[in-house]
Every structure is written in structure tokens, then in C-alpha cells.
């Protein structure tokens, strides 16, 4: 397959300009995707632009990513319902550096190589461009007829909150940037979601005016659940690439929670299965949705692609605590991050920490939790074997339980047969 079959194939492919696929036949040809610096990471919905520049070096193209750091203090209004807040100079810097470092992973830098993927950053650009320079020497070429004709203009004009002239500059301030690539690295096409569109041909327009230049452009589908619903977004938030903000353990979960109907499109998207591999793997998964064949290898392919093979073999075992006899040890290795949310879901109980410094022998303790109505109760199970402190068996009624007992410092993790419970220590 060319670059444009495997992404017609995969789903990724939405609006393209005529010539595109032609161009990329043709040459190798340099490419960008702008990245906006509003967060220090990357999340989920940033991971289609990356996959588009990894798929189009892996095609023998040079990728060229695009940080805004001048977009950035204008903020982007395609499709966006009110203006963004601006951000300030050291915010700017910091997010445009995390986002750099994370980029560095996913592409191929190595100036030996005729298409190593290069960082260019808008600011630098710029910077060096006064107000009355680029509204003469760049604003002429662009009527604002043009302009107003988007959609993504047009919906905020017509809406309540209307648009500021900052805002409505964006697209050609974006479009500058295409001609800049154009003229300073021969970079001849544009990728983004359909969202960018506009802005996009934007790009293309001004270099065949001011450059009588010719440019090409393609989008992908915005990614949206089957319902309808926005992909990315999770009861606790945002779903980060930065294993700080949202941890392996966590992301390996989100893609493992996906929808049949969702998994079938997500593997072809989100992975680099072949076509081929991908087919057999759906007609499987048909047979028995039940073994969840899908979701377990959308996980470890996407885990894998993002946080490394140890990440990923952590957060199955991490996941299978609740299930599987697991060791001691491998409760102990958890963050405490991991480890709340590992028991997510798992009824929680309370007790005084300054109770533990003196200790609580465990059937005191398994009673006034409310794990078990009564002392009784409590002290016949523990005797039958059929209790577990952080994964290990009781050995009977006389153990004690103190702060030496508590995960990172906070946490005990009681078992009564097949039921958890995650005591505090407050």
C-alpha cells in the first residue's frame, strides 16, 4: 500500500486536496502537523496527528512537527464555542518543551537519515515579524470574503459569543506558517483533523498567491465513540501521554474498556497491525466478544507504543491483582497512585492511624471496619484461612496489625474470600 491506501484503509483519511497522492508518489515529500501548546503533555486525541507523521516516515516521508508557540498566544477558534484563555510566556515555554521531549519518542531524529523528522517551533518565525509587516506583506494576499466563507468562522459569527480580530487573524497566521515551511523547507503538504481544514487550505491559498507555489493538504476524521460521544474524555478527566498525569496502569485501562463496536475501528487507528493480522483478529473476536480479544491487544499495542514493553507487562499484572493470585511483592511495587486506582470500585474503609502505632490484632480490626458484622464472625473465618493482608494469608487470630503493615504509608488491602476491601489509615 501507498501512504493514502493505508490510510484510507485504516480509517484516516477525511478531505484531501486534488494531487495529493500524486505528489507522494512522486518524491519524497517533506510534511507538518501543528501541535497546540495549551498543556505540558500530549493526551489521547494528539495521538492520530502523531501516528500520521509516524506513518508518513515509515513511507519514506519527512515529517516535520510544528509546535505553536506563537499560535499558542492566539489560541486556535475552529469548531470552539468561546475564546480561550491566553497563555503567558513561561506557561508557553514549559508546555512547548514537554510536548518537544514527548514527540522525540514517537519519530525518528537522526540528521544521517534524508527524512529525519525535524521540531520547528512558530515563535521563532514570528518573532521577527512586525504587526504592519504582516498585515502588508501577507494579510494583502488573503480577502477577508475568503475568509469569512469557513465554517469554522462562520458558526462563531453567527453564534452568541461572536469572534474577536484575534481570533478571526488565526488562520492566517496558520497559513503563514505553511508558506514559511514552503519557502524555508520545501514542505509541500499539511496534515490535520478535519477540524483544520480550513485553516489549512488557508495555508495552501497563500502560497499560491504569494509564492505562486503549489501546496497540498489531507485531514482525518475527528475520532468520536460509536455513540457519538467524545473519545478521550473519562469520568476522571483528560487521558494524558505523560505517565505523571494519568499512569500506565490507568491508560492500559481506558483502551481495555472500549466498546466492541469501538475496538474494531481503534485497532486499525491506533495501531500498526497489518491489514491482514487486523482481519483475523476481528472475525476471532466476533466468535467470543466474551474473551475480550480486541480490547487486550489494543491495549498492549497502544500501552506498548506509548509508555515501552515494561509499562505494559506492569499494568497487566497491576490489573490482574484483584484476580489472580498475585504476590505480595507485586502489590508492594505499586505507587500509590497505581495503587488507588487499581482499587477503584473496591469498598473502602477508615481507621485511626494512631491506633495502628500501638497495634489492633486483626479480628478488632476486620470488626470495627465493618468488613465483618461481628467479632465472632470475624475470628471463625480468619480461623478457617479465609482471610489475606495485602495478599498473604493470615496465619490466625493472634497477628497484629500496625503501621508496618500499611502500603505507602496509608493503605491496607483486606481479603475475605473472593472480596476486597482497601482500609485508610487516617
Given amino acids: 500500500m501507498n501512504l493514502i491506501e493505508e490510510l484510507r484503509w485504516r480509517g484516516m483519511l477525511q478531505d484531501m486536496m486534488p494531487?495529493?497522492?500524486?505528489?507522494?508518489?512522486?518524491?519524497?515529500?517533506?510534511?507538518?502537523?501543528?501541535?497546540?501548546?495549551?498543556?505540558e503533555s500530549l493526551h489521547i486525541g494528539s495521538l492520530v496527528p502523531i501516528l500520521l507523521l509516524v506513518h508518513l516516515q515509515k513511507a519514506g516521508h519527512k515529517p516535520l512537527a510544528l509546535v505553536g508557540g506563537a499560535t499558542g498566544m492566539v489560541g486556535d477558534p475552529s469548531f470552539k464555542a468561546e475564546e480561550r484563555k491566553m497563555l503567558d510566556d513561561e506557561t508557553l515555554r514549559r508546555n512547548v518543551d514537554g510536548i518537544r521531549k514527548q514527540l522525540e519518542r514517537f519519530l525518528d531524529f537522526d540528521p544521517a537519515k534524508p527524512n529525519a523528522a525535524e521540531m520547528v517551533n512558530n515563535y521563532d518565525w514570528f518573532q521577527h515579524i512586525s504587526f504592519l509587516d504582516f498585515i502588508r506583506d501577507t494579510g494583502k494576499h488573503i480577502t477577508v470574503n475568503y475568509m469569512m466563507a469557513k465554517d469554522s468562522v462562520k458558526k462563531r459569527i453567527e453564534g452568541d459569543s461572536g469572534m474577536s480580530f484575534t481570533e478571526f487573524t488565526y488562520q492566517l497566521i496558520q497559513g503563514y506558517d505553511f508558506f514559511h515551511l514552503y519557502t524555508a523547507k520545501n514542505c509541500k503538504l499539511q496534515m490535520g483533523g478535519s477540524d483544520q481544514w480550513g485553516n489549512i487550505v488557508t495555508g495552501t491559498e497563500l502560497i499560491r498567491r504569494k509564492a505562486q507555489g503549489q501546496a497540498f493538504a489531507f485531514t482525518c476524521p475527528l475520532i468520536k465513540k460509536a455513540d457519538g460521544t467524545k473519545f478521550g474524555k473519562t469520568e476522571q478527566g483528560t487521558v494524558w501521554l505523560d505517565p505523571k498525569r494519568t499512569s500506565p496502569y490507568a491508560f492500559y485501562q481506558f483502551w481495555l474498556r472500549t466498546t466492541d463496536d469501538d475496538a474494531e475501528s481503534y485497532i486499525k487507528i491506533?495501531?500498526?497491525?497489518?491489514?491482514?493480522?487486523?482481519?483475523?483478529?476481528?472475525?476471532?473476536?466476533?466468535?467470543?466478544?466474551?474473551?475480550?480479544?480486541?480490547?487486550?491487544?489494543?491495549?498492549?499495542?497502544?500501552?506498548?507504543?506509548?509508555?515501552?514493553?515494561?509499562?505494559?507487562?506492569?499494568?497487566?499484572?497491576?490489573?490482574?491483582?484483584?484476580?489472580?493470585?498475585?504476590?505480595?511483592?507485586?502489590?508492594?511495587?505499586?505507587?500509590?497512585?497505581?495503587?488507588?486506582?487499581?482499587?477503584?470500585?473496591?469498598?473502602?474503609?477508615?481507621?485511626a492511624k494512631a491506633e495502628l502505632e500501638t497495634g489492633k490484632d486483626i479480628v478488632s480490626l476486620l470488626a470495627e471496619t465493618g468488613i465483618f458484622p461481628s467479632k465472632g464472625e470475624a475470628r471463625k473465618t480468619v480461623q478457617g484461612g479465609g482471610v489475606s493482608v495485602n495478599k498473604v494469608?493470615?496465619?490466625?487470630?493472634?497477628?497484629?496489625?500496625?503501621?508496618?503493615?500499611?502500603?505507602?504509608?496509608?493503605?491496607?488491602?483486606?481479603?475475605?474470600?473472593?472480596?476486597?476491601f482497601l482500609v485508610k489509615a487516617v
Avoid at 487470630?397 to 476486597?420: F, H, P, W
Fill in 270 to 351: 491506533f495501531t500498526f497491525m497489518e491489514k491482514e493480522e487486523v482481519d483475523v483478529l476481528i472475525a476471532e473476536h466476533r466468535q467470543d466478544p466474551g474473551k475480550t480479544l480486541l480490547q487486550k491487544r489494543l491495549a498492549q499495542e497502544v500501552t506498548t507504543f506509548i509508555h515501552g514493553e515494561e509499562a505494559y507487562k506492569f499494568a497487566v499484572e497491576a490489573s490482574s491483582i484483584l484476580y489472580n493470585k498475585n504476590t505480595a511483592d507485586l502489590l508492594l511495587s505499586l505507587s500509590e497512585e497505581d495503587l488507588v486506582e487499581v482499587m477503584a470500585g473496591v469498598p473502602q474503609h477508615e481507621v
Fill in 19 to 39: 494531487g495529493t497522492e500524486e505528489q507522494l508518489q512522486k518524491e519524497m515529500t517533506t510534511a507538518y502537523i501543528g501541535f497546540d501548546p495549551t498543556a
Fill in 393 to 420: 494469608k493470615v496465619p490466625g487470630i493472634e497477628m497484629v496489625i500496625n503501621t508496618s503493615s500499611l502500603l505507602r504509608d496509608k493503605y491496607i488491602l483486606l481479603q475475605k474470600g473472593k472480596n476486597y
